[in-house]
């Protein structure tokens, strides 16, 4: 696993993935792109720890892959969510809004 | 491959760990230059973005072994999805490309169909009769035990079975039985029934229990304990409507009442005798003290570890010790010990797998001529195979493809197999000849389905193999270059080889079929020893039970023979105890007076008892003497008529007239009862015209022995000759036979001719088979060689019209394309003589006067098929002649 700033559990590089390619088909370095925008590059260290994450999720379903043409006509290969993947992206981005929320709280609780 | 995202998706994964691992190389190098490329449009140095990009992106060899534990076991995965979609998509291409040439797929399909449906019900019948196991419990170990005679197996006596049954160890079951035709009384038309004495164990013996009731128990084996009766179950069925209350009532059988104490299952007929009944065989403590009547069947069952061999050493010195004992001397004899099942299709098992033979070289022939069609096809497709190879499609994908379709083309080959098959058995169960066993048996089960199935499949890979193969190592440069016209001449080669083949297979069939023709006109003009038109005969059977007397018997017969002599029609009339043709076996020792008793000194011949009107009505030759007159009758000296061979054999250097021989009563070395020769007459063929006439000689009726009534079991043969229709006096006869004794039946029916018809029926239908697959092969292969020349016109279209625009006529250009037959016809006939020669000899019980060597045969079927394949080329090469070199050379 990557170093991160914010030391990234491995599950939360598969939500933030699932998240980039919720608005279409991306390529790799595509979703690298989207996340580093998003994040103003805090999250994602190693661009290199995309590709087991696409990998594995393409494993379980949650993406599939092919062979396209990039913007610069290069072969590049295009990840795009799968209807599990959609489904597993609402269940996990609730999960995960939980489970800040509950960390929001203990963090800023004031001794009573 | 612009590709709109997400809207077709070709599902296309890679095939393997290597692939994929390829294409994450692709992915992670993409991914780093576009990372550059960015870090330049931000005003980076290239050296220094693409270093950045690097460091950006981390270890890659982390990222490569992450990645290739994720997707392992998804290439595997992936390799059986490859697999199975090719497969799919290789089924779906060729079942178009079929359809695209709709007249030659249709051709080819017929093609194979006919060849696997006549290969089908071939093997329906080779399974039905050789291979399908009997109803029998371990039928393996089921034997049938037969005594020698001059080294053949022969029946065994009374005496010998007993002395057998009581000192073997190797036997778990050992039974005795003897056909029984009996006379079925009561409940309408009296009727004859084939049936069979059997001992108790019979059944135990095959193991098999009766369906309703019981079998015999040891104690009705006793004589006068015997009253009782097993059906069979189509016995049961026809005659009493399948009536369970049956059981335990009486039925009259030959004038005496037997309770049914049993029914046995359908189909229970181990010894193929087809009989509808069984009654115990009781043996008196008399008959179990003759050695030297050999009547009877006997079967065992083979004890727990006892082989074949070891039974055969135990009963041949149990017998050797018995004839010992019973001639005060040294007396060698022999047993023999056959499985039953090997017994059962003996006569059959040649015959047979001959015609599974021929049928599978049709089958070839068959699979040679579509190989042929699809080389032409294959030829007229190979600009297509260029190209999918000139744009990287494999060898072996291309192969498979093609292999593919001739898979397809097997499905509509096997369903149209399969109706000809049904058909096909069905032909073959109603013209075989009668008395094949299990014959009937014969059908399309699953194991017949199966092998159709797999032979259909196997004959259309093997005739798409060649194509597949020379598609496959075509040259894609050449064939494009060169058009669909230019396929070289190693195709050509290829179809020679493959017409080569069809000549030689068709010869080795004709060849075949020539012999057992020939063999049959030969057997055609034997002379039977009689005059065979205008006779009829019947057989009738006085019953024990009520014509207890051999005098009372005599006497009967002497009536019904008065009786049939008076039916208007008939101009002589005899009885014997076997018409000629009428198949069983009498033989019986003779011995000259004045010769010392030895077994070499003996000449086993076959006794025909007759009225004295015998030999007139039969029209025997008389050849010396004088034939039995109403003078020889009981208490005159007694007489006997030899025939020219038994003459031959007893009397090699003197006139057998006036010669006083023993036979058939007392015994030849104690106290021989002497008859005098009165005449000799002309051999006969007695049981078929192929067999070679065996030494006979004739007793007067009159002068019967008295235990010859007991041999014949009361049966007589009556003949009658007529100048009108035989059959028509059947029913006049009948009549008068009812006059004397109306509960007799007449059976047997039939003209002489008939006989000598039927005895050749077997070998008339292989003849018939074989004459028919013969045709098959060489229409096939005509068919091979018309496409196989017309293709090399085509092909030839270009160099034919430059010939002609140089000055060749037309004449000149048939010559040419007929000559390029000639190679290959040439070497199918080498190698099919040379094949024939050496299948010849599997015919060598089957042929009849002819050697297997027949010159005549051999060069009139050359002779056959090189005008066939001539003429078969001729036809299309004359297109040659039609060929406008103007127009041709126009195009190009």
Sequence with gaps: MAETGLDLLRGTLDVLVMKSLSWGPLHGYGVAEWIGRRTGEELLVEEGALYPALHRLEKRGLVESEWGLSENNRRARYYQLTADGRRSLLRESALWRRYRDAVDRVLSAVEA | MARPHGVRRLFRWPTSRQALADELEAEMAFHVERRAAALVEEGWDPEAARQEAQRRFGDASTVRRECDAIDRDRARRAGLADALHDGAHDLRLAARQLARTPALTAL????????????????????????????IDEPERVVSVWEDWEGEPASVSAGNYAEWRRHSRSFAELAAARGASVNLAGDGEPERVPGLRVTAAYFDVFGVAPRLGRAFTAAEDQPGEDGVVVLSHELWSRRFGADRSLLGREVRIDGRRRTVVGVMPPGFDPLAGGPELWLPMAFSAEDLARLDEHSFWTVGRLAPGASADQAREELRAISTRLQEAAHDGQRETEAHVIGVVEALVEGYRTRLLVLLGAVALVLVIACANVANLLLARGAARSREMAIRTALGSPRRRLVRMLLTESAVLAVPAALLGLVLAAVGVRALVALAPPDVPRLSEAGLDAPVVAFALLLSLGACLLAGLAPALRAARGNPQQALVEGSAGAGGGRDRMRGGLVAAEVGLSLVLLVGAGLLIRSGIELARVDPGFDVDGLLTVRMSLPASRYPEPAQIAATFEQILEAARTVPGVSAASLTNRVPMGGGDSSNGLLPEGVAFSQEAVVQSQMRLVSPEHFATLGLDLLRGRTFTAADRAGAPRAMVLSETTARRLFPDEEAIGQRVACCEGTPDGDPVLKTVVGVVGDTRPWNLAT?????????????????????????????????????????????????????????????????????????????????????????????????????????????????????????????????????????????????????????????????ADPATYAAVVAVLAAVALAASLLPARRAARVDPAATLSKL
């Design chain 2, 108 to 135: 080819a399909a017929v093609t194979l169909a006919l060849g696997i449906g006549a290969t089908t019900a071939i093997y329906g019948i080779v399974h039905a009769v050789l291979l399908s196991p009997l109803p």
């Design chain 2, 692 to 852: 070679e006439p065996p030494p006979e000689f004739y007793l007067p009726l009159a002068q019967a022995p008295p235990d010859a009534w007991r041999w014949l079991q009361g049966t007589m043969d009556l003949l009658v000759r007529t100048d009108i229709q035989p059959e028509t006096l059947v029913p006049a006869l009948r009549d008068a036979v009812a006059r004397v004794d109306p509960e007799l039946p007449l059976y047997d029916v039939s003209t002489l001719e008939e006989r000598v018809g039927q005895s050749m029926a077997p070998a008339r239908f292989n003849t018939f088979l074989l004459t028919v697959l013969g045709a098959v092969g060489l229409l096939l292969a005509a068919i091979g060689i018309y496409g196989t020349v017309a293709h090399g016109v085509e092909q030839r279209r270009r160099e034919i019209s430059v010939r002609m625009a140089m000055g060749a006529t037309p004449r000149h250009a048939v010559r040419l394309m007929v000559r390029r037959t000639v190679p290959a016809l040439a070497l199918g006939l080498a190698l099919g003589l040379a094949a024939a020669v050496a299948a010849g000899r599997v015919l060598e019980d089957q042929v009849y006067g002819v050697p297997l």
